[in-house]
């Protein structure tokens, strides 16, 4: 699953040439590599990717991958940070937190490393952050959306305590998109009774708590509760449990290869109900996970569609010209931006060192990147002193004629 043969996502830094200088290294710069500038000696700086890229969220993963490589070009080719060339490296988690934590160890050992985009999972995620942070390595990742994350174990006390220094997001959290799926089904949709499933994950449990909150201050009923385990496929029981016990809608709070043979099941079961989700089941793989006519059922994502937005123009186009095999998917052009603030935090690193590269080039970019702010291909980019997204804009979908429609887009108000 990878495109032109580009090199620079399974090479290595080909240390063995290459004299280290500072976090990076000195390259002559042929110009070959994502697009690299003009020639002469260069100082390589690495933006690692960690994300699923086998197994069944390799569609996100894929695309998280792709969108980072494509922002690595970019700089490459505009020269963004004068007399640095930056490439990639990118490791598969396989959506298991152990691999991942694996993951992030290699990517701390590697000096050259100056910013890490990813990973996709909450849980993959938790196991991650301890090692960047006592590395002092930048984490941006396009698709957590797990509070506690930035926001402390106690956020939902009120007690908000950012954990990690080191970790950001460019996708807004579950606080804000389960609130704005419950009310989109209680207010607009006008169900009232909701059965709430969850695959016993980070991502899912965290989603779907949150959801059956606000469902229930909003004046709603939860009809009853269960929980799914990952990569199983015979969810009967819990289908049968969801018709007999009246609900007018179902939420789930996982991913697409669990929620749309969910889907299915519930229909089989004879609820014909609409089925809802968080942005792990917006993706063509929950509608062809099902093979009942899914019509009706429902899912949140983070941020407009990409399509439909002026700022996404050029990443659209130049995804489409660089000619990758798989879709940027959901979370691409969140990858792209957190990609692009990684460099951004490179450029104000070297511009506030009389244009040269420092020695403590990760501490620097570390400090840089809360002061990043740009106009992104999802909208304004930024953090607030949790590491957060300022952006709050999330997006209902619905299927509709056997794919997904975006339904409404609206900026999260409290």
Known sequence: MRHRSLTILTAALTTGTLALTACGSR???DGKDNGAGDGGAKTTVTIGVDAPLTGSLSPFGQGIKNSVDLAVRTANKNNEVKGVTFRTTALDDQAVPGTGQQNAAKLAADKNVLGVVGPMNSGVAQSMQGVFEKAGLTLVSPANTN?????GDNWAKG?????FKTYFRTATTDIIQGRFAAQHLYKEAKKKKAFVVDDKQTYGVGLATIFAEEFKRLGGEIAGTDHLTVKETDFSGIANKIKNSGADSVYFGGQFPEAGLLSDQVKKAGA???LMGGDGIYNPGFITASGEPNDG??????????EELDSAKKFVQGYKDAGYKDAYAT???YSYDAAWAIVQAVKKTVE????KFPADARDKVLGAMSKVSFDGVTGKVSFDQYGD????????????GGAWKSLKSATFQD
């Open 297 to 306: 059922d429902l899912a949140t994502s983070v941020g407009y569609p990409v």
């Open 389 to 400: 997204t300022t952006n709050k804009q999330l997006t209902v979908y619905q299927v509709v």
């Open 272 to 274: 014909r109900i609409p």
């Open 331 to 333: 979370y691409g052009g």
């Open 147 to 151: 509070p506690a994350l930035t926001q």
């Open 27 to 29: 390259d002559a710069g």
């Open 352 to 355: 506030d060192n009389n244009g």
């Open 159 to 163: 007690e908000k305590n950012r954990p």
